[in-house]
């Protein structure tokens, strides 16, 4: 994401949303909400706000938040030399979350494709997560997921990160860890 | 733990304590709330409220209630076959969490070891945390932690959690993974 003003301003309601649903960020932490577009440029359509608590060479703990509707692009975690590839839980805290991974297609989906995108997605296996609920996505299982018409908040803990090893479905995103502006 | 209504008590205020700091749970893992009192039959003094989300053989996440000035007995995780012992974060989302971890003791510390069992409390090195403070603990590092005078939740991140090989510094401790009364 480039353009200091959009990153500044979905940080805001990022952080407002996170608030809302009872988490407490330190100022500091605020200001370094990572505000992802995978390179789409239409971030209230295509995005991910993302802070991350902790990210080591064991296990890693994010809080992911949703704008209504937004969808995180379908991807997948591959094996990156030793490490089996990404293991991740979502739990839901705030909103509802429509998941959708490999397997029978779910018949009249939630989700929506986001539009013009519509040849990028592939696995239609919808799981609908309310707060409370969870789910975990084992390695290289292509996933996406899309918040339903009120924003929403994910906790995510899981196995190491190394997002620039993900592989996106759609051949146009990329997916580099942002600079955050402070 | 033993005696049915006292669990069932402890988990209602448990339960009561995360609502409050807007943690959803599902009526499931409401009536599964472990309530840890380490054999030492003094729960409001020495004990853990512990809610597990995910415990895998890569990674683990829990949320932990502590009662007002309740205390979590001195420990340590140590390696175990292949595992060289858990590594934790934890991050406070609400309350006082006052956290003794092996270091320069710290003159005039918040924390009170529990009247009765000063001999098995050897590490005062103290770091107080706050709602979105987090500290991460290095594996085998003998450490305890105690509420303020509020009660307390603190999320924990981990690599997996192994309690039955937990070694407590008080040779009276019994960590045997409760077995939960719904």
């Known amino acids: 994401m480039t353009g200091t003003s959009e990153t500044k301003n979905a940080q805001a309601r990022a952080a407002a949303i ?3 649903a009872g988490i407490v960020l330190t100022d500091a932490e605020r200001a370094r909400i ?29 809080d992911l938040v949703l704008f209504p509707r937004q969808t995180c692009p379908e991807h997948r975690h591959p094996p990156v030399g030793d490490d089996p590839g990404k293991r991740e839980t979502f739990r839901v805290r705030k909103g509802t979350v429509l998941l959708c991974v490999e397997g029978d297609p779910t018949p ?19 799981i609908v997560l309310k707060p ?4 975990t996505i084992e390695p290289n299982i292509r996933h996406w997921f899309q918040a339903g018409d009120e924003p929403a908040v994910v906790s995510e803990f899981s196995s190491t990160s190394r997002d620039e090893y993900d592989v996106f479905t759609d051949p146009r995103i990329r997916r580099v860890p942002e600079s955050q502006e402070g």
């Open 18 to 20: 996170l608030a809302d």
């Open 34 to 62: 990572e505000i992802a577009d995978f390179g789409l440029g239409e971030l209230e359509r295509s995005g991910l706000e993302i802070v991350v608590y902790e990210n080591n060479d064991r296990y890693c703990a994010k």
């Open 108 to 126: 009249n989906p939630r989700a929506v494709v986001p539009p013009g995108s519509e040849a990028h997605y592939t696995v239609f296996h919808e």
């Open 132 to 135: 409370g609920d969870q789910y």
